[in-house]
């Protein structure tokens, strides 16, 4: 079996943070009695995971979040952004053992680049990417009471 057909079942939803993924997902789950994968919940421990088996990341973590966020320049916090998606990818797909096989699952998350998720889709349908206009990320940090941004 190839990658293709063993995830032909899967819908993937990716984008920027705060553009409707997850909300997209949730609402198609319920109309289509379909399985929602939301990357977020699970973030944290492929973060875990990675940080017991990798030394770069267990010497980034030491740094501290300043050191991590604040004194990074764009480029890098791209290229670690970047990487990090590469690196936890496969834990997505391990994720998936945890879903019924026989079920469509729509998976959403912030980091299902579409260099990860091409090699496994058999046709385009099975993959959207949202991109949110200034005014809808604007709405959507005032509704969640997040820091705005000028």
Known sequence: M???DQYAHVLWIGGATDCGKTTAAASLAERLNFQVYHYDRFDVGHHDILA?????IRHSLASGLEARWVQQT???LVGRFLRAAKLRFPLVLDDFAQFDSSKPIIAEGFRFLPELIHPLISMNEQVIFLVPSEKFKRESFERRGKPSFK
């Open 52 to 56: 017991q088996t990798d030394e770069k």
């Open 74 to 76: 764009p480029e890098k």
């Open 2 to 4: 190839t990658q293709k």
